[in-house]
């Protein structure tokens, strides 16, 4: 029995399960998470299908390619000039355009059409990347497999109607409002308007916007195979799990739905990169200190040299050396200023004389300053970084400092202040052990849900029943009108007998 065991396993090693794995949005750090997602698959035994407009340089026999046009109208590099000069917090509906854009233009790419109209291909699973669309949800029906979805940023309203229910707007925290848990009467009032006009855009605007796209692009591949394509109302709601980029440990998050797996540090490799020889140098012999300070991929400061001078100065009179991820190359710089187009974030990092990063706050690069316990300047520009940084800032690692084009005593005031307060260490340090405190790594952990999904067929087990249970049931709806109509029928009843004792009274003085 025990070889019998042992066999059943080394064939499921040796098979795998078909994963496939659609990351099509054009953002060079959501491609940081599929190539996360595509490496612990491959790694466990799986083979991958990856769609993505950032193919990976890997030439393992087991994952297969899809890449996407690149050329998209949409570019997601924003200059830092921009920012100041219109509010993105409040663009959402923007957004959700290009998000729509850059779906239909999936839609269209030929290879992508080449898979759906493919009726040999199967699959086991998808995992489908979630950004203000849930088009891809289609994806699950045409190929008959369970699918999972991807959270990048931390959308609560947005995570939990599509697993479980809308969450309790007076405690739970959203990306695009950026307040932080306990919340003000204002901020609970904030909430809640947020919390209405999201679901009712949603259901009454959106919804119908998405399943015209959705039949566009799934319906000739189901007709092809002879079937009906399921209502788009079904199918978005059908995700067998969600997994969340994030982890507990860097939010508030007062409630976990059963089918939300937090899975965030997933994409840091077990094994980190050495550093390249020069940048090891430089660490190495920064006695005092490094600060690395980085915008991430997408913000530039083109057209704002007056701020790049300002941070200079700023910079040159810290005792600490400035690791500076900038594509800028037409400035001066002090001694103690390096200037890079590229840097290894995760490496430097992970270097024990790194004592501070200065970031736009995006998810991936505050997971990754937890994960290694170095405290954090927040400088959100848009999106998710404010309440990424908010949360930060809550949870005492962290100091934010509005950006702005005259920002450098304010910067230089946080810096000095991080640096020499030991409570930011000590606090980063903690807040990384929780993050480290886990049952299993997260890459672990994730090989284990999606293969959990597979064997169970859809896992109905984490399946939440507020999915199918109706609105006027889910909120008490018809215990409340129970509650006010008994009083009506009382007084009704009451009514009438005193009308008829009144009636037979006067009947009775008649005869």
């Known amino acids: 029995m025990k070889w019998v065991i042992i066999w059943i396993l080394f064939l499921n090693m040796c098979t795998g399960y078909r994963v496939l794995l659609v990351f099509p949005f054009p953002f060079k750090s959501h491609s940081i998470f599929g190539e996360g997602f595509v490496r612990h698959l491959i790694n466990a035994g799986h083979e991958v299908t990856y769609v993505t407009p950032f193919p990976l340089n890997n030439t393992n026999p087991k994952l297969h390619q899809i890449e996407l046009t690149s050329d998209n109208s949409f570019k997601p590099s924003l200059n830092l000039k921009d920012i100041f000069e219109r509010n993105m917090r409040h663009e959402g509906w923007k957004i959700f355009l290009m998000m729509k854009s850059v779906a239909e233009k999936t839609a269209l790419n030929v290879k992508v059409q080449e898979l759906l109209n493919d009726t040999g291909r199967k699959f086991d699973v998808a995992v489908v990347e979630w950004m203000d669309h849930e088009i891809y949800s289609g994806f699950s029906a045409v190929f008959e497999c369970p699918f999972i979805w991807f959270f990048p940023y931390d959308q609560y309203i947005e995570i939990f109607r599509l697993i479980h229910t809308p969450p309790n707007p ?56 002879g079937k009906e394509l399921p209502a788009y109302s079904d199918v978005k ?99 103690n200023v390096i200037a890079k187009k590229w840097v290894p974030q995760v490496s430097v990092l992970a270097h024990p004389n790194c004592i501070l990063f200065i970031t736009h706050g995006g998810l991936l690069s505050v997971t990754e300053a937890v994960h290694f316990g170095v ?63 886990r049952v299993a790594p997260p890459g672990v952990e994730l090989v284990h849900w999606i293969e959990e999904v597979v064997t169970s067929r859809g896992a109905p087990h984490l399946r939440s029943p507020a999915l199918t249970m109706p609105f006027y049931q ?38």
């Open 170 to 225: 007076a405690y739970t925290p959203n990306a695009k409002t950026i307040n932080v848990p306990p919340f003000t009467f204002k901020q609970r009032v904030q909430e809640l308007w947020y919390t209405m006009v999201t679901l009712f855009r949603r259901h009454f605007f959106i919804h119908s916007l998405e399943e015209e796209t959705y039949r566009i692009f799934f319906e000739p591949a189901m007709n092809k195979r």
């Open 237 to 335: 709601y059908n995700a067998s799990i969600a997994f969340s980029g994030s982890h507990i440990s860097l939010r508030d998050l007062p409630e976990v739905p059963s089918a939300l797996k937090m899975i965030g540090g997933f994409h840091v490799k077990t094994q980190i990169e050495p550093l390249p020889e020069d940048l090891q140098k430089i660490m190495d012999r920064s006695k005092q200190g490094v600060i690395l300070f980085s915008m991430g991929t997408q913000l530039t400061f083109g057209g704002l040299s007056n701020l790049v001078t300002e941070l200079v100065n700023t910079f040159s009179k810290l005792k600490y050396t400035v690791l500076w991820k900038t594509n800028e190359e037409s400035f001066a710089l002090p001694s």
């Open 375 to 437: 405290p954090i300047i927040g400088l959100p520009a848009f999106a998710d970084q404010f309440i990424n940084v908010r949360n930060a800032v809550n949870n005492g690692f962290a100091k934010e400092v509005k950006l702005s084009v005259n920002m450098g005593n304010e910067l230089l005031l946080a810096i000095n202040d991080v640096t020499n307060d030991p409570r930011y260490l000590a606090r980063a340090k903690e807040i990384s052990r929780i993050y480290h405190s």
């Open 474 to 511: 889910k909120y008490y709806l018809d215990l409340a009108a129970t509650i006010l109509i008994i009083p009506v029928i009382m007084y009704l009843t009451r009514s009438l007998i005193y009308s008829l004792r009144k009636s037979d009274l006067k009947n009775k003085k008649n005869d």
